[in-house]
Each structure stands twice: as C-alpha cells, then as structure tokens.
C-alpha cells in the first residue's frame, strides 16, 4: 500500500510545482485521495520510508519541469542544469561594454540594461533558434559573467481564495510573490502585474493577521512586489532582483520570498547589496523533498531560511532542503484566511516563512545594518530546541512562532 500513497502524494506535489507559474492556484495537502486514505495518514506512511519519498518527490519536481517547458515553448526553456528559465534571452550581469557589442555583433539584442542597488547588468535575446544552452557558452566565451534568467516556484499550496489582507498601521514587511490583496503598497514587474495572487495574499494573511486566522505580527502593514503578473515565465530571477531594490527603496526592514529556484549570479549579488543595506531576507526552503538541489534564495548567504512543521511539530515531508536552515515554522495543519470570513487550510514551507519573517520584524522595525545582529540573537531566544540538541538540519535553530498556527480542524 505504501507504493501507491506515495505516488498520490507525488502527484499532488508535481501538479503544484508544474501550475505554479500561472497565478498559483493549487490543491492543498492534506488532501483526500479516491481509493486511498486521506492524506493526513498518506503522510504518517510516507515519513516510515523517507528515502522513497526523498527519490519520487524529486522524480516529481523532473516531471513537473519537463511538462512546464512543454505547456510553454514561446516562454519557458532549460538552462544547461535543466532548470526551466525565461525562453531565448540571456542575463549578463555587471556588463562591459567591449562584451555587449561582441554580442551584438554575433546578432544578439539588447533589451534591457539596467542597474539594481549598484549592480548592473544587461538582458539579450538570443539571436534565431540558438538553444539558451549555447547561448551561454557562447556568452562566456566572449569574457561575460553570463546565465539564464531562471525561474522561481511558489512553494506552498491553499485550497480556497484568500480576502484581502487586514493592513494596520505598524511595521512594514515586504512580500515577494504574486500580488497581495490589501496590500498597504505595491508594485509589479511582470506582465500584468500588480494582480492579486493566492499564493501571495495566503502568505502575507500570516504576518498582520485577519479575521480568526493569527499573524505573526498583528497591525503588521505588506509591501507587495508582484514578480508573476500573468507572464508564464514570471517569477524570474531579475524580477526577484528589482523587487529587492525597491522594497531597499521602501525603507522595508523584512521581506519574506515563499519562492524556490536555482543559483542565480546577478541575483545572488543583488542579495548582498540589500543586505547590506540592512534588509532582513526570509525565504522559504522549498517543497521539492530532501534529494533536490539546494533552493534558492534560501540558500544565499546571510538569507534566512525557513523550513516547515506540521501540528504535530514534524518536519514536513515535502520539505526542500538549503546549504544552511535557520529556522522552522508552522507549515501545515493550519488555516489562512479566505473571502467573505472563509478560512482554508494551507500548507508548504511557503507559510512557515512569513511566520520568521513577522517574528523578526517585531525586533527590527526599520533597517540599519548595524541592529541585524541583535534582532536575530532575539529570535534565537524565542526558538524552541526540536530533534537532537542544539542547531541540526532539520529544524536549524528551533521552532519559531509555533503558537501563531490557527489550527486546521
């Protein structure tokens, strides 16, 4: 019986990740399955053989790559690790211009250039039907810091529409995603956006709070930066990047990103720029099981990361792992808010992030590089100790915020 729950489970996971792209509106887990128990006890099966669920999960997250490349041609396409990233442009970042016009001249265009907190860089389209594989090859060889601009997934699921948010008048904390319902700001950098999102509004729903369903951090106000719109290809990499340069820009202390994809250059040095402009980054670990790649931005340097626990304080089964865990959250067995006084159950490492993230805030109310530190010590005194003693990579530092889940029942 194990074999066929994992594989519900496993189909489950994969129609999340492959429809993430497209206004994420997704079946949540627990959920029932025909012919199979319901999934609440799928995963007490499946948490008795973790290296099966650990192999299929990641044959899940191939699956749902491979059908997202397939579904949009025009838009998605494999850089040469095989992760899915915006079709026939490429991402040169702090560019030289003797680089630009060698590019040029081999028929390639530019499209944008740009800087983000003093990092440049400088998007192509890649000239006929050149593969974004040696495109890149081709880049490197002219002496450009070159990649594709990759995209990101959502890692969470809800099973309802979330109401807006409930804004007061306290701490500003960034959300970046689709678009937040309510939100106190926003703004879009994709096609279409700013456009309310499931995904975004379920998330920012846990930091201020609405209705019956507790946030971290009531009165809390959200800053949206919506990198989805209705672009296919949304949730790229230099969409993430300009998103942090405007929440630097907003004076916003925090910012949660519920949003998993690959190493990315021009992204990882945008990272350290708001940083070091005292901006506080939480980002989620992902859904794709513990024998994918590291996610990122979890996985930066200085980011936060945040893996997730069920109602029984387990770690979740889908959860992704990082190059470093700071914290767990609640991610499962809970509620978020819905329209017209709804409340739906949630779950994914997607919702245990904004919980760290409305924690952090309530001691770093305003950047200043020099306060991270002590903030985070803070944190750390809330975290309680889970699995082996001290710090481990399953739980990082402890729970946080495990009393702000309104329970599922």
């Given at each position: 019986m194990l074999r066929p729950m994992l594989i519900a489970l496993i189909v489950l996971v994969g129609a999340t990740a492959a429809g993430a792209q497209l206004v994420p509106r997704l079946?949540?887990?627990p959920i029932d399955v025909p012919g199979l128990p319901a999934a609440r006890g799928l995963a007490d099966d499946v948490l008795r053989a973790p290296s099966d669920a650990a192999r299929m999960l990641d044959q899940a997250r191939r699956a749902a790559i491979a059908r997202l490349v397939r579904d949009n041609p025009h838009s998605i396409a494999l850089d040469p690790e095989g992760f899915p990233a915006r079709a026939g442009e490429v991402v040169i970042d702090d560019p030289k211009d003797a680089v630009i016009a060698a590019a040029v001249a081999k028929g390639y265009r530019v499209i944008e250039r740009g800087d983000v907190l003093g990092v440049g860089y400088v998007r192509l389209a890649v000239p006929g039907q050149q593969s974004l594989p040696s495109a890149i090859r081709e880049i490197r060889k002219l002496g450009g810091e070159v990649s594709a601009d990759q995209l990101h997934m959502p890692s969470g699921a809800t099973d309802g529409r979330p109401a807006s948010v409930a804004n007061g008048g306290g701490t500003l904390i960034g959300v970046i995603d689709g678009g937040v319902a309510g939100a106190a700001i926003s703004t879009g950098f994709a096609i279409g956006a700013p456009r309310d999102n499931d995904h975004a509004t379920a998330v920012a729903s846990l930091i201020g709070g609405s209705g019956k369903v507790r946030g971290g951090l009531p009165g809390a106000r959200i800053a949206s930066a919506d990198v989805?719109?209705?672009?296919?290809?949304?949730?790229?990499?230099?969409?993430i990047a300009k998103a942090l340069g405007w929440m630097v820009q907003q004076r916003v202390s925090v910012v949660t990103i519920s949003l998993v994809g690959p190493a990315n250059p021009l992204l990882a040095k945008v990272v350290a720029a708001?940083?070091?402009?005292?901006l506080v980054i939480v980002a989620a670990v992902g859904n794709n099981g513990p024998a994918a790649p590291p996610g990122f931005p979890a996985s930066y340097p200085g980011v936060i990361a945040v893996t997730g626990v069920d109602g029984r304080n387990r770690a979740l089964i889908e959860a992704g792992r990082a190059s470093h865990l700071d914290y767990a959250a609640p991610g499962a067995d809970m509620l978020a808010a819905g329209i017209a006084g709804r409340v739906f159950r949630v779950r994914g490492t997607s919702f245990a992030a904004p919980l760290v993230a409305a924690t952090t805030a309530r001691f770093y109310p305003s950047p200043s590089p020099a306060a991270v530190g002590a903030a985070l010590k803070r944190v750390d005194a809330l975290a309680r100790d889970l699995g082996p003693r001290?710090?481990?990579?399953?739980?990082?530092?402890?729970?946080?915020?495990?009393?702000?889940?309104?329970?599922?029942k």
């Amino acid at each position: 019986m194990l074999r066929p729950m994992l594989i519900a489970l496993i189909v489950l996971v994969g129609a999340t990740a492959a429809g993430a792209q497209l206004v994420p509106r997704l079946p949540a887990l627990p959920i029932d399955v025909p012919g199979l128990p319901a999934a609440r006890g799928l995963a007490d099966d499946v948490l008795r053989a973790p290296s099966d669920a650990a192999r299929m999960l990641d044959q899940a997250r191939r699956a749902a790559i491979a059908r997202l490349v397939r579904d949009n041609p025009h838009s998605i396409a494999l850089d040469p690790e095989g992760f899915p990233a915006r079709a026939g442009e490429v991402v040169i970042d702090d560019p030289k211009d003797a680089v630009i016009a060698a590019a040029v001249a081999k028929g390639y265009r530019v499209i944008e250039r740009g800087d983000v907190l003093g990092v440049g860089y400088v998007r192509l389209a890649v000239p006929g039907q050149q593969s974004l594989p040696s495109a890149i090859r081709e880049i490197r060889k002219l002496g450009g810091e070159v990649s594709a601009d990759q995209l990101h997934m959502p890692s969470g699921a809800t099973d309802g529409r979330p109401a807006s948010v409930a804004n007061g008048g306290g701490t500003l904390i960034g959300v970046i995603d689709g678009g937040v319902a309510g939100a106190a700001i926003s703004t879009g950098f994709a096609i279409g956006a700013p456009r309310d999102n499931d995904h975004a509004t379920a998330v920012a729903s846990l930091i201020g709070g609405s209705g019956k369903v507790r946030g971290g951090l009531p009165g809390a106000r959200i800053a949206s930066a919506d990198v989805y719109g209705s672009d296919p290809a949304g949730g790229n990499a230099t969409a993430i990047a300009k998103a942090l340069g405007w929440m630097v820009q907003q004076r916003v202390s925090v910012v949660t990103i519920s949003l998993v994809g690959p190493a990315n250059p021009l992204l990882a040095k945008v990272v350290a720029a708001a940083q070091a402009r005292g901006l506080v980054i939480v980002a989620a670990v992902g859904n794709n099981g513990p024998a994918a790649p590291p996610g990122f931005p979890a996985s930066y340097p200085g980011v936060i990361a945040v893996t997730g626990v069920d109602g029984r304080n387990r770690a979740l089964i889908e959860a992704g792992r990082a190059s470093h865990l700071d914290y767990a959250a609640p991610g499962a067995d809970m509620l978020a808010a819905g329209i017209a006084g709804r409340v739906f159950r949630v779950r994914g490492t997607s919702f245990a992030a904004p919980l760290v993230a409305a924690t952090t805030a309530r001691f770093y109310p305003s950047p200043s590089p020099a306060a991270v530190g002590a903030a985070l010590k803070r944190v750390d005194a809330l975290a309680r100790d889970l699995g082996p003693r001290g710090p481990d990579r399953i739980y990082g530092r402890g729970l946080v915020c495990g009393d702000c889940r309104t329970l599922a029942k």
